[in-house]
């Protein structure tokens, strides 16, 4: 993973940036995919980005401004930054078996990006004000049963990410086909 940092370090032609904020964007980065999947971000999913990364600068102790702004340059730039992202992610499941989780998150981003704002409403991370609000009316809302949570772009997504970092094992496997068949 060495290798793909000191790529994205010279892409970014920024030394500053530290080996675990980098990880942290190589773990982020299915995310990015799996709401760019229909071909832009809206609101609720760039919160849900934002809200993540967040999360994820606070419990480890990372620079959150940097992180977050390392987030926004790959969402511009995703297709220039992929290869060596999914690279470095492939890596990090080899050392750690992450694939799992990687999925976990993916299914849980996507949820964001519904074809329904209430939906996207009642998942989405959008900012910290809402959460009282959101909570509120999670309380008295469903989910809309009759939008999907996966759309197939980002179905195809989560295949192509797993496939990548040699992570469709048999549950991932088996999630992705259960939803194959809702």
Do not use: C, W
Request: net charge negative; proline share 3%.
């Amino acid at each position: 993973m060495n290798e793909q940092l000191t790529a994205y370090r010279e892409l970014r032609q920024d030394r500053q940036i530290p080996y675990q904020l980098f990880e942290e964007l190589v773990y982020l980065f299915p995310t990015i995919l799996v709401h760019e999947a229909n071909g832009r971000i809206d609101a609720f999913e760039a919160g849900n980005i934002r809200h993540e990364a967040g999360t994820a600068a606070r419990n480890h102790g990372l620079n959150e401004d940097l992180l977050k702004a390392e987030i926004n340059y790959i969402k511009d730039h995703v297709h220039e930054v992929k290869p060596m992202l999914l690279t470095a992610l492939k890596h990090l499941n080899q050392e750690h078996d992450i694939a799992n989780d990687v999925l976990d998150q993916m299914l849980s981003s996507a949820r964001v990006s519904s074809e329904s704002q209430r939906n996207n409403l009642i998942f989405s991370n959008y900012h910290n004000f809402f959460d009282i609000f959101r909570s509120f009316i999670s309380y008295f809302l469903e989910p809309d049963p009759d939008k999907p949570f996966i759309r197939e772009s980002e179905k195809e997504a989560m295949l192509e990410v797993l496939g990548e970092i040699e992570g469709l094992n048999d549950r991932n496997y088996q999630l992705l086909q259960a939803l194959a068949e809702d």
